[in-house]
């Protein structure tokens, strides 16, 4: 896909972390989240690695996606739980060592408080995260995200909980790289019933071919019996508003096509 600005800048990579994921008995639906919020926003995201509950394990993926990603998000083991690893992962991987933060701890006693719950020692863990850390308030749960502001990459650790990374997702990571990017994405898509890919492929690939500065593609699916294809193409511009107008403009001149094609 082709972004304004391609440096690792506007590279994300997201980490996912958690063996449920990983045996197969929870779906990881995070990743598709971030990968599409951030993608809207103007990033490239180049990579999604799954990984144990582990801290060398995570603090591997992360150090190695720091080379080239400007961003990173890692959802999953904030919690209180004995494999809730990932503020020790981040701390290994950043070299900067673990701290009792206040601001966490506050936090964490804020919503405690809200909740009707006490603070104890497995939740009291929960504040403790790399020194440099800036806590994400959680609107949803308990445990804060971490954000850590490295020279070249930022990296934030949110939930695995969907609805609690979903959350701070909107409220503060978004909000925050919004601020700085200069470029925005929408998506326009539309069905063609009763047609086969490779019908349109020809039309399809010299669009995409005229247009690089859009991500055009066809995906073809079957229904009860019936084939149909959506088509769906990508731009980028200054503004989302922009970048909508484009997105609707270059899908009808593309299903135009592929329609005067198979006459
Ligand atoms: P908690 O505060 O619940 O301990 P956590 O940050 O430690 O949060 P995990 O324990 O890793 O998160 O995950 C909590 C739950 O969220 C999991 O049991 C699972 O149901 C769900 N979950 C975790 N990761 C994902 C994911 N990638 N996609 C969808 N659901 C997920």
Not at 93 to 119: F, H, S, V
Not at 223 to 241: D, F, Q, T
């Amino acid at each position: 896909m082709s972004s304004l600005i391609f440096n690792k800048f506007w590279r994300a990579a997201i980490v996912v972390i958690g063996n449920e994921i990983l045996i197969g008995r929870v779906l990881d639906t995070n990743s598709h989240k971030v990968a599409k919020m951030l993608t809207l926003i103007g990033y490239d995201v180049t990579e999604i690695r799954k990984v144990r509950d582990e801290v060398e394990a995570i603090a591997k993926a992360v150090k190695e996606l720091m080379l080239d990603n400007g961003v990173i998000i890692t959802t999953g083991g904030l919690g209180p739980t004995y494999d809730d690893v990932t503020a020790e992962a981040i701390s290994f991987a950043t070299g900067i060592p673990l701290c009792l933060k206040e601001d966490a701890l506050e936090m964490i006693e804020k919503r405690l408080k809200d909740l009707g719950l006490e603070l104890d020692n497995a939740r009291k863990k929960m504040a403790i995260l790399p020194c440099t850390a800036v806590p994400i308030p959680n609107p949803v749960g308990v445990a804060p995200g971490i954000a850590m502001f490295m020279p070249r990459t930022k990296i934030f650790s949110l939930p695995g909980v969907p609805k609690e990374m979903e959350a701070m997702m909107e409220s503060y990571v978004l909000p925050l790289l919004e601020k700085e990017n200069l470029v925005a994405r929408a998506e326009a898509c539309e069905v063609l019933e009763n047609v086969r890919e490779a019908d349109i492929a020809n039309e399809v690939g010299s669009f995409a071919k005229e247009h690089p500065e859009a991500y055009v593609k066809s995906h073809p699916d079957i229904e009860g019996g019936r084939s149909y294809v959506k088509l769906c193409i990508m731009a980028s511009a200054e503004s989302k508003e922009d970048a909508e107008r484009k997105a609707k403009t270059l899908l009808k001149s593309l299903v135009n096509r592929v329609q005067q094609g198979n006459l």
